[in-house]
């Protein structure tokens, strides 16, 4: 039998001992893409899914490793920094077949829209292998409520920040939030103004305010009138008690709301992603008490989600005026 000489890849049992032969292991190989369940989509035009600071994308990672995995890890752009995901790739696996969700971090770079363009590494070597195999995933940051976590959920109207007041106030009760703009009265309402609305103005309206005593109604008024509320328009009339106007009549539409934990600095940050995550499918009501410095939810009968900040809070008794700055979605 021909002997080859013993440090080179294949040896001979009889010139070196009992070593098994070493077997070529082969390349790894790897893509990723965006996970096809998510939901996600673009237009034809679009280059690359859009996503918004704080979302979580969630991309499709297959591999093939022979001999198995000895590193597996994720970066982004040219840093060395690693991601923490979830779930791990475990050393010595021959293959790798599961959707890791990679954070959006990035702010949007309205100046230099070359740089909101983010590449992805996913990076895996096995044994033999001298260097890393990796599969890029790129996508692009977008404006705050832009994104709809890469067109999974409804974009958001801008930011509004409008005056509301109760009964006895001279500023309007009655707001539509899809018309709200800061600096202006569109979408705002008197009692006067909502009666004489055309029926599709009158169905628009999906906020309300006003000051119920300690009863809950309105009856009694005065220094008696202690809990400010948002109310949905068809709440205004029908409850046990209730004596609130209701110029809209049988074109009220409902409107439920719930308290949260966000703070002003959180629904700054809002993304569409975030606003659309919002449930009421158990603990909403038709009313909530409010107080200066606090966020609600509220969901419309065309099902528009959205939230109120309640920036301030001002007078007494049925005469009070709130300062709100509104983020909802756009209806399509």
């Given at each position: ?29 790897i893509t990723a893409v965006i996970d096809p369940t998510a939901g996600y989509s ?291």
């Amino acid at each position: 039998m021909p002997t080859i000489p013993c440090g080179r890849r294949y040896r001979s049992l009889t010139s070196c001992g009992t070593s098994d032969p070493v077997t070529p292991q082969g390349t790894p190989t790897i893509t990723a893409v965006i996970d096809p369940t998510a939901g996600y989509s673009k237009p034809s035009t679009q280059t690359y899914f859009k996503f918004e600071k704080g979302d979580r994308i969630k991309v499709r990672v297959n591999a093939t490793v022979p001999g198995g995995v000895q590193i597996f890890n994720i970066t982004k752009g040219s840093s060395s920094t690693q991601l923490t995901y979830s779930p791990l790739v475990a050393a010595g696996a021959a293959s790798i077949n599961q959707v890791i969700e990679i954070p959006v971090t990035e702010d949007f770079n309205a100046t230099t829209p070359a740089n909101n363009v983010i590449t992805v590494n996913f990076n895996v070597k096995n044994s033999q292998a001298t260097a890393l195999t990796v599969a890029k995933f790129q996508y692009e940051v977008t404006a705050q409520g832009q994104g709809g976590g890469g067109g999974a959920a409804l974009l958001l109207r801008a930011s509004a920040n409008v005056n509301m007041g109760s009964q006895l106030s001279t500023l309007p009760s009655y707001a539509a939030s899809q018309a709200l703009s800061t600096g202006s009265t569109l979408g705002l309402y008197s009692t006067t103004q909502a009666g004489a609305a055309t029926m599709a103005q009158k169905q628009s309206i999906d906020l309300t305010f006003g000051v119920a005593n300690a009863n809950d109604d309105n009856a009694g008024l005065g220094a008696a009138a202690t809990r400010p509320r948002l109310i949905s328009p068809t709440a205004r009339t029908g409850a046990a008690g209730n004596l609130f106007n209701n110029p809209m009549g049988a074109d009220a539409r409902n409107t439920t709301f719930k308290t949260t934990t966000l703070t002003e600095a959180n629904l700054t940050a809002m993304t569409a992603s975030g606003v659309n995550n919002i449930d009421h499918s158990t603990g909403a009501t038709q009313f909530v008490n409010i107080a200066a410095g606090s966020v609600y939810s509220f969901v419309n009968q065309q099902g528009a989600k959205g939230y109120v900040l309640i920036k301030t809070l001002t007078g007494a008794g049925d005469n009070r005026d709130a300062n709100i700055t509104v983020v909802v979605q756009q209806l399509q």
